[in-house]
């Protein structure tokens, strides 16, 4: 199945660099190189300061890389000192995740942008950031495409691309501008797959023998791969079904963003289309792919270290087990009643056990980004 997507959107970017030429004659621009100007444009903020790129850089495999983020979490919001909270997910691969749906059979919500699914799809999502009071705080979809009018090649290329008659009406120039950024997340840059585990999967590459041991342990005893599934060429180690892993609240990020402490990210429940209780505290699946590079860890991102949430896994659930970040015991989950206990908490792995599963994801780091493994 996931296969079958990679083809489709395979295609899609064929048939793209297909009408290249033609893009170029007739608009001026093609649609990626819009939007990868889109994305990296800081105009279309309040104070001009951040685009998409701040807090998914690219050469940074698409998080945030700002003091902010790495210290406390969350990121920084165009005015310097609004704080998000909860920690800016990888923009790669993103573009795989199904549309937001319920599967009966399966009895799941499935796929979705952001980490609750609350935006459907990747046009969907981008109508979201220029808009968050605590991101771009622009205060309305006619500024942002008031912004967008100021640059008179942007005028052109959405004429062209979209029709003359395209800024007539806000909200389809506004869905035109989330498209056009969609398509840029949808290209290659983004999902290269090109990591050792690809190479390997393809004979180009030998997984270590501590790397080997890592990915049947993943697949075997620490049952990594019943939500993150590794499978086969193309793999995106994630099932985007949605789970309640007892994250525990990240102290000093409610404390720098004033959230309070009563304050619970419910994570799916707050999605709108949800109405079961037992979702609260459920967030979606992360992508693996990258996992090396694109820390602090977890929804709100708790775990600076990628160990961590390694021995999190295996000890959550045994008595007296430390967080070594803390030096404290695992604190109760911030949803501690709907958690899984099944498949996580207990595991038993020995730290050999661990470190060959460390090594194991070290392997899915794409080669841009091979540089900046620790
Ligand atoms: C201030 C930092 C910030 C900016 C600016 C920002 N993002 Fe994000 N991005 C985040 C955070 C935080 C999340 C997760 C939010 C949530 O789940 O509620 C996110 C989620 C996403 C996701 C979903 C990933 C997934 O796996 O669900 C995509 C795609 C994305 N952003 C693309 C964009 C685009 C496109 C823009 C510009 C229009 C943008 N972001 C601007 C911080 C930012
Ligand atoms: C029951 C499903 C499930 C199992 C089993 C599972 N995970 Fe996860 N994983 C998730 C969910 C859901 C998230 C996102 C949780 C959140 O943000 O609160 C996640 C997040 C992560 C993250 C952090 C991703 C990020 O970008 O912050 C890592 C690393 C990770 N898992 C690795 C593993 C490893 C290694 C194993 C096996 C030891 C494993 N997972 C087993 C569901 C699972």
């Given at each position: 199945?996931?296969?079958?997507?990679?083809?489709?959107?395979?295609?899609?970017?064929?048939?793209?660099?297909?009408?290249?030429?033609?893009?170029?004659?007739?608009?001026?621009?093609?649609?990626?190189?819009?939007?990868?100007?889109?994305?990296?444009?800081?105009?279309?903020?309040?104070?001009?300061?951040?685009?998409?790129?701040?807090?998914?850089?690219?050469?940074?495999?698409?998080?945030?890389?700002?003091?902010?983020?790495?210290?406390?979490?969350?990121?920084?919001?165009?005015?310097?000192?609004?704080?998000?909270?909860?920690?800016?997910?990888?923009?790669?691969?993103?573009?795989?995740?199904?549309?937001?749906?319920?599967?009966?059979?399966?009895?799941?919500?499935?796929?979705?942008?952001?980490?609750?699914?609350?935006?459907?799809?990747?046009?969907?999502?981008?109508?979201?950031?220029?808009?968050?009071?605590?991101?771009?705080?622009?205060?309305?979809?006619?500024?942002?495409?008031?912004?967008?009018?100021?640059?008179?090649?942007?005028?052109?290329?959405?004429?062209?691309?979209?029709?003359?008659?395209?800024?007539?009406?806000?909200?389809?120039?506004?869905?035109?501008?989330?498209?056009?950024?969609?398509k840029f997340e949808k290209s290659k840059t983004f999902s290269p797959f090109?990591?050792?585990?690809?190479?390997?999967?393809?004979?180009?590459?030998?997984?270590?023998?501590?790397?080997?041991?890592?990915?049947?342990?993943?697949?075997?005893?620490?049952?990594?791969?019943?939500?993150?599934?590794?499978?086969?060429?193309?793999?995106?180690?994630?099932?985007?079904?949605?789970?309640?892993?007892?994250?525990?609240?990240?102290?000093?990020?409610?404390?720098?963003?004033?959230?309070?402490?009563?304050?619970?990210?419910?994570?799916?429940?707050?999605?709108?289309?949800?109405?079961?209780?037992?979702?609260?505290?459920?967030?979606?699946?992360?992508?693996?792919?990258?996992?090396?590079?694109?820390?602090?860890?977890?929804?709100?991102?708790?775990?600076?270290?990628?160990?961590?949430?390694?021995?999190?896994?295996?000890?959550?659930?045994?008595?007296?087990?430390?967080?070594?970040?803390?030096?404290?015991?695992?604190?109760?989950?911030?949803?501690?009643?709907?958690?899984?206990?099944?498949?996580?908490?207990?595991?038993?792995?020995?730290?050999?056990?661990?470190?060959?599963?460390?090594?194991?994801?070290?392997?899915?780091?794409?080669?841009?980004?091979?540089?900046?493994?620790?």
């Amino acid at each position: 199945m996931k296969h079958h997507a990679l083809l489709v959107t395979t295609l899609a970017s064929l048939l793209l660099i297909g009408c290249g030429s033609t893009d170029t004659e007739g608009f001026g621009y093609d649609q990626i190189a819009l939007g990868e100007q889109l994305f990296h444009d800081t105009t279309l903020s309040q104070n001009k300061t951040m685009s998409c790129a701040t807090c998914h850089v690219i050469d940074a495999a698409m998080i945030d890389p700002r003091e902010t983020s790495n210290t406390l979490g969350a990121s920084l919001g165009d005015d310097g000192f609004s704080i998000a909270d909860r920690n800016a997910p990888t923009a790669a691969y993103a573009s795989f995740a199904p549309a937001f749906h319920f599967d009966s059979e399966e009895g799941l919500f499935i796929g979705g942008q952001f980490l609750d699914g609350r935006a459907a799809d990747l046009t969907a999502q981008a109508k979201g950031p220029f808009l968050n009071p605590v991101e771009m705080q622009m205060p309305d979809a006619a500024s942002v495409i008031e912004r967008v009018k100021e640059n008179s090649s942007y005028v052109s290329a959405f004429k062209s691309i979209y029709g003359e008659d395209i800024f007539d009406d806000t909200d389809r120039a506004y869905e035109a501008l989330a498209q056009t950024i969609a398509k840029f997340e949808k290209s290659k840059t983004f999902s290269p797959f090109d990591s050792k585990y690809d190479r390997a999967q393809k004979g180009q590459a030998t997984l270590t023998d501590s790397e080997k041991r890592g990915l049947d342990l993943f697949n075997g005893k620490a049952t990594c791969s019943a939500c993150h599934p590794a499978e086969g060429e193309n793999a995106l180690f994630t099932d985007f079904s949605y789970d309640n892993l007892g994250v525990p609240v990240n102290h000093a990020l409610r404390e720098a963003n004033g959230k309070g402490a009563d304050f619970i990210d419910n994570g799916l429940y707050d999605n709108p289309m949800v109405k079961d209780t037992t979702l609260k505290g459920a967030f979606k699946v992360s992508t693996l792919r990258n996992i090396a590079v694109t820390g602090p860890y977890m929804h709100n991102g708790v775990f600076k270290d990628l160990k961590t949430v390694i021995h999190f896994y295996n000890t959550r659930d045994v008595a007296g087990a430390i967080n070594p970040e803390t030096g404290e015991v695992w604190e109760k989950g911030e949803v501690d009643i709907n958690k899984n206990t099944e498949e996580l908490g207990n595991l038993k792995l020995s730290e050999a056990e661990e470190n060959d599963l460390l090594a194991f994801l070290l392997t899915l780091t794409d080669a841009q980004y091979e540089h900046l493994v620790p």
